[in-house]
């Protein structure tokens, strides 16, 4: 229990998606400039993450472990080719179910949902999964905590970006430059979780 | 001279597309494109050198058969179709880089997968190669592989020198002459830097300057 209380903290805080890997940038630059669309994102990509890493995760225990199809073929050189066909297939068909399930939830999400299977953190994510060899448990409770991670980072930035509206920034700096700077000291705050293990207490 | 109106093989057209990426038209500092490697894999320049290598070949290739395929490409299913051709493409570099060039195949790890997502690929896919002649895009893939190699050698030159007073794993400034910046090597130092090399560039060059 403890152990995945861990991988889910670290997941979140001390390896932080954008702070530490620079995953999902791009969106995260992009959509950023109100809170309301950034709440939005970030609970679509909380969504898409919790969803696909363990998905990936049997994915890849089931199909392309050494010899579990057929005795004696490897098929990892697949890995990456399946994975990014499950996150897009997995993306349309949350697409789909949140359309029937909440369409003022779909409204809202509108256009960030398709362009969630080109976030990198979401293929970042199972990446990570792999090459850490967690387990089931740990790698959802990684997908989760990514997610938030991920979602806390792109609501804060939106938050300071709004504010920042009115400040005299120097004319070259303003708008992308400045966006740099300012998470470039976010990762510097967030680098005061690192060592923190909450698993300890748990025992 | 003759070739510089009509399409052809090296004209005027054709060497903009090779040169605008690297200053007016920037993947990373101008069209915000592909931001998240860049970041991550400059702390040294030897694995930026591979990663540069690396996606200039993926983004030339995959805009080489997006285009040659682009006439029978539905359009409904046309996203699926170009992360497939790009999958196969990063598949065969990661492969590629796993029997000649082991050490910076452990140092980019996972960096390396994901340029299949890296957002400079699929950017000039649909911006580029779904409405231009192979050759054409072809060279606009290289073009923007060059524009991205840039920025990352720059990147990664400044802080392997001010991190680790070092060049490609060569000690240059002797430990007595420079104490090493440790901050340099960390995560947050490369943002700051990317901040400062756009604030740079925007100065020079006024009219990228964001009116918003």
Redesign the interface.
Known sequence: MGDILNVFIKAAFVDNMI????????SY??VSKSVKTAIGLGIAVVFVLAITTPVNWLIDFFLMKDGAIIPGVNLV?????L???TI?ALVQFVEMVVEKASPSLYNQLGIFL?LI????S???AS??MV?REYNFGQSTAFGIGAGVGWALAIIAFAAIREKLRTAAI????????????L???M??AF?GFMGINPGDYIK | MATETKDGIFGKKERGLLLDPINDNNPVTVQILGVCSALAVTSQVYPALIMALGVTLVTAFSNLVTSALRKTIPASIRMIIQLLIVAVLVQVVEMLLGAFAYSAYEMLSVFIGLIITNCIVMGRLEAYAMANKPWQSFLDGIGNGLGYGFILVVMAVIRELTGKGSFMGWRVLPAEVYTVNNLMVLPCASLFLIGILIWIQRSANRKLIDVS
Do not use: E, K, Q, W
């Open positions: 702070l530490s890997y620079f995953l999902g940038m791009c630059l992009a050189f697949l890995r990456l080719i994975f990014i066909s897009a398709p299977t080109v976030n990198c979401i293929l970042g990446l990570f090459s120097p004319a070259p700096l303003r708008g992308l430059g400045m966006a740099f700077i998470t470039g000291l990762g510097m680098m």
